[in-house]
């Protein structure tokens, strides 16, 4: 799951942009926030550049672009608006118009560092190799910057400095370690020098850095080819099949992959038998207080990313202690057996057949069946569940649940299995499995409540699953629930001390929507493309101050590491908060042209933003048609190989000098749909000092935390 305890790493020192931008000051109360350096200009032409601030936001680009040039009427307010017209040019594929206009403010104010900075990385997107180094150097002798830095390292590749580029993609590793495009820098030198091994020590450890971006694993295979190491490359290539089954890699390998994939499953199984006793937890399972009279909640498990049931075939399970199996509909028992010793349990034709220790033969049922322990304290455990199915961190292991498992025959997937658990055991799973246990107690307890309101409003309100046997699904598409192997004595805490409470909107449950890191700023739900907007869903600025409101502004405050309450700390990894990430054109071409037949890729465009930075459309422009994406799941999912971290983030286009398009760069913030609760904001408060009840009603809006029934 992606939201683990952080590893410890030290904190980038202030991202791509190598500082962070100074607070913005608010020079008139009549904005949320502004450009600065508009004191002492007309109130009209401040009404100029706020009309252009919002229409940027309305998604208006070509009337905000007008609304900034009226604005360049006087010298003291031109260089800011010639830098939101920068960016509103950037968004409208304007981009030598726009390198031009950023030379006219550095040419104006050498010492803007910022202006700078941008003008050199503008300047090599298009290959302009000559003078994005010259502004490259000037930004470096004002101040540190990672990402001019990058430009001079590459711009030493491109004309084949070898020597020169592995030096300072080394030194960028060094000083920012979580700046992803220094290590796939680093693995082009290796393998122009034909060093393959030491390419492929780069690339792991690209993956390793950061393991949900897998764009790293196409060279890795490459290298590995090289290397003649099969087994390895075939690793690499079904690790992108988890998250893209349609991968041109994937496809030309199919045959390998499944041949690899069957060997596995019947080692495991072979395994299975002789290890699975050992797996089992040696505490006793802890019990919620009158558990009896508790409500119940039925969880499919081993389920899509969309929360539907996945084929299963074949189940291998073992339990803890004596168990049976009986008729879900008559409770007529048809089976006993001891435990710690494997049974099978396989799909044939719509019907369900079990074997096991002391049967002669298998026992064949055409209704569903309960596996049930004779004691709460004993654990039933299932082989090779999967999970994160469409992730970069998918796939399976053996994972021990509570009570009871239903299988239910279904002839599209083989079987159903459903874990039938009382409501608050659920949650000691859901808990930890979603938020870092390392999170302080308030932070935890904030999670309990919110997790307890988002499971009772799903199970007797929203009923997601009608065309399923459940109530809830194992995966984000309700709430991560991994069973037994994941509970801690201090999840547990947290539930308990919030026994009963809920989060409620006129005395109705909410949809108490949460994400790992908002980046900042929070998103507001009626903002994205299909969304209903829930009015205690609004977006909340997650850090002191005031948010960034203009284009240029915003582009700063994306690319670089602002305070927050959720930025890195101890409870939070550097990469839940901030992260960049180089696709490869020819990857993403390929992909959107699976959608729609564009052609040959030649930018992708931003074509509106949120007030929170998140991006509510891309438009992907081919030689042949353009594709527009407005949901948000699709945005993230078609920009990567598995998937973005969120859609907060900025977008640049890079181009060889013949005007190829080579790479697509994203500069982004945060991880989820950055929608309610933030819980890096959430760890970071509680560290602070805030109660579980402070940090709620920070996120959600005019709600009340109520005592259910």
């Not at 003291?76 to 830098?83: I, R, V, Y």
């Amino acid at each position: 799951d992606p939201r683990t305890s952080p590893d410890g790493s030290p904190r980038v020192l202030a991202g791509p942009l190598g500082a962070a931008p100074p607070a913005p000051q608010v020079p008139r109360a009549l904005r949320t926030a502004s450009t600065t350096g508009f004191k002492g200009d007309s109130p009209a032409l401040n009404l100029y550049t706020e009309r252009g601030d919002a229409l940027y936001f309305e998604g208006r680009l070509t009337d905000a672009l007008k609304a900034y040039e009226q604005s360049v009427s006087t010298v003291s307010a031109k260089a800011e608006a010639l830098k939101n017209i920068v960016i509103i040019q950037r968004d409208l594929g304007r981009f030598r118009e726009a390198a031009e206009s950023l030379r006219e403010v550095a040419q104006a104010h050498p010492a803007d560092h910022q202006a700078l900075e941008t003008l050199a990385w503008f300047f090599y997107l298009q290959g302009r190799l000559g003078p994005a180094g010259e502004y490259a150097a000037k930004t470096l002798e004002i101040a540190p910057s990672a990402l001019a830095q990058h430009v001079l390292a590459s711009a030493a590749f491109e004309t084949g400095d070898l020597q020169k580029a592995e030096k300072i993609f080394l030194d960028i590793k060094k000083k920012n370690p979580h700046f992803m495009p220094a290590y796939l820098g680093l693995g082009r030198v290796h393998e122009v020098r034909k060093q393959w091994d030491q390419a492929r020590k780069i690339y792991e450890q690209t993956l390793k850095t950061d393991y949900i971006y897998l764009e790293p694993r196409v060279p890795l295979a490459r290298v590995l080819s090289e290397l003649k190491r099969e087994e390895d490359r075939l690793r690499q290539i079904a690790a992108i099949e988890k998250v893209d089954s349609k991968n041109p890699q994937v496809r030309k390998e199919k045959r390998g992959l499944s041949e690899m994939a069957q060997a596995k499953a019947k080692e495991d199984s072979l395994l299975f038998g002789e290890a699975a006793s050992s797996k089992f937890q040696s505490t006793p399972i802890a019990l919620a207080k009158n558990r009896d009279s508790l409500t119940r909640v039925r969880v499919g498990l081993g389920t899509s990313a969309g929360g539907k049931p996945l084929k299963s075939e074949g189940l291998l399970f073992m339990t803890g202690g004596p168990f049976k199996i009986y008729d879900k509909k008559t409770k007529k028992v048809h089976l006993k057996g001891e435990g710690h010793r494997a049974w099978r349990v396989k799909a044939i034709g719509g019907r369900i057949a079990v074997s096991g220790p002391g049967l002669t033969s298998a026992a064949r049922f055409d209704d569903p069946i309960v596996i049930a322990v004779d004691f709460a304290t004993h654990p039933i455990l299932l082989h090779n569940v999967r999970y994160g199915t469409g992730f970069a961190w998918a796939g399976a292991q053996d994972r021990e649940y509570r009570d009871r498992i239903e299988v239910i025959p279904d002839r599209s997937y083989g079987f159903v299995l459903v874990n039938d658990v009382v409501l608050y055991e659920y949650l000691y799973s859901v808990l930890p499995s979603e938020m870092p246990i390392s999170a302080p107690l308030e932070a935890l307890k904030a999670q309990a409540v919110v997790a307890r309101t988002d499971a009772l409003r799903r199970q007797k309100t929203e009923v997601p699953h009608k065309k399923q046997p459940y109530d809830l699904c194992d995966s984000q598409h309700c709430q991560v629930y991994s069973g037994l192997g994941s509970e801690r004595a201090k999840a547990r805490q947290a539930v308990d001390e919030t026994r009963g409470l809920a989060l409620l909107y006129k005395r109705r449950l909410i949809d108490a929507l949460y994400s790992a890191n908002c980046g900042g700023f929070t998103q507001r739900a009626q903002d994205m493309a299909g969304w209903w907007g829930q009015p205690y869903l609004q977006s909340v600025y997650d850090a002191e101050g005031r948010p960034p409101a203009s284009p240029w502004q915003m582009e700063l405050w994306v690319k670089g590491r602002p305070p927050a309450y959720c930025a890195a700390s101890e409870h939070v990894h550097p990469l839940s908060y901030r992260w960049v990430w180089m696709i490869p054109a020819a990857e993403l071409e390929e992909r959107v042209n699976r959608e729609k037949k564009i052609g040959k890729l030649t930018k992708v465009l931003v074509l509106r933003r949120s007030r929170s930075a998140n991006v509510l459309g891309v438009k992907f422009v081919g030689k042949k048609g353009e594709f527009i994406v407005r949901r948000e799941h699709n945005i993230r999912g078609i920009l990567a190989i598995g998937q973005v971290r969120s859609t907060m983030m900025a977008i640049d286009n890079q181009y060889d000098l013949k005007g190829e398009l080579q790479n697509v760069y994203l500069f982004g913030g945060g991880w989820g749909h950055n929608v309610g609760l933030c819980q890096g904001g959430a760890a970071n408060l509680a560290a602070k000092g805030w109660d579980f009840r402070k940090i709620l009603l920070h996120y959600y809006k005019d709600v009340e935390i109520a005592r259910m029934n």
